[in-house]
């Protein structure tokens, strides 16, 4: 079975562009999860979907970050427009349910942002 | 204060020394914890799973959780250099859906 998709795997902007992260779940989990990692800030949640509805964006940084689910099997992370300190490494995760069977989360392999 | 603390290291160890990982928590409703792993340029993925205080063993892998002190440890008995890799520790109040991860300790054994 394909594992969490994201692309794209590397993304290099200049600042003031608009930014678009994609994710493909694993199909059949209908939870999705994006995170963002820095060396600084470790990994933090910034937004989770349940059955394609946004539950918790409380991690959104601020309102040039966006995120949409708009079926199952894809989710959008947007930042419009980006800066400098947006560069990080960004994940998205999904489990099954609505809550990960022993705390399991499936990560893909992150999206690596630098915004010059 | 962050919710979870974990020291980022970098912690560097010979080949099959014990390797202790620790993370202190100030949240008291967190009943699940879990140790995840990253390899370089890869996703976390996870190592092991606790609920509530105790331990918890696999293979050369014992989690120990002391909700009293709210503190975890990960224990790595004789280490390999494939164990190379950061180590994020995680937790969760009920219904276990909002992780909330440690900074992450970034490992590397020497042959």
């Known amino acids: 079975d394909a594992g969490v998709i994201q692309s794209p795997r590397h993304e290099v902007t200049e600042m003031g562009q608009e930014v678009t992260l994609r994710c493909k779940p694993i199909?059949?989990?209908?939870?999705l999860f994006w995170y963002r990692q820095t060396m600084m800030r470790g990994l933090e949640l910034l937004i989770y979907?349940?059955?394609?509805?946004?539950?918790?964006d409380s991690g959104m940084p601020e309102d040039r970050f966006s995120a949409k689910m708009p079926n199952a099997s894809f989710s959008t992370l947007k930042i419009q427009p980006s800066e400098p300190r947006d560069s990080a490494v960004y994940f998205c995760?999904?489990?099954?349910?609505?809550?990960?069977?022993?705390?399991?989360?499936?990560f893909g392999p992150g999206t690596r942002l630098t915004v010059l | 204060q962050k919710e979870v603390e974990q020291d980022p290291g970098p912690l560097s160890v010979p080949e099959g020394a014990i390797v202790s990982l620790n993370c202190t928590y100030s949240?008291?409703?967190?009943?699940?914890f879990m140790w995840y792993r990253q390899y370089s340029r890869k996703g976390p993925e996870l190592l092991m799973y606790?609920?509530?205080?105790g331990n918890k063993e696999d293979g050369r892998f014992t989690a120990q959780v002391d909700k009293s002190s709210k503190y975890i440890s990960l224990f790595i008995r004789d280490s390999q250099p494939s164990d190379s890799a950061t180590y994020l520790c995680?937790?969760?109040?009920?219904?276990?859906?909002?992780?909330?991860f440690g900074q992450g300790t970034r490992l590397t054994i020497n042959p």
């Open positions: 979907f349940n059955n394609n509805v946004p539950i918790d």
């Open positions: 995760a999904s489990i099954p349910g609505l809550a990960g069977v022993k705390g399991e989360q499936f």
């Open positions: 199909s059949g989990h209908n939870s």
């Open positions: 606790t609920y509530s205080s």
């Open positions: 995680a937790m969760s109040g009920r219904g276990a859906q909002k992780l909330v």
């Open positions: 949240n008291s409703a967190f009943q699940y």
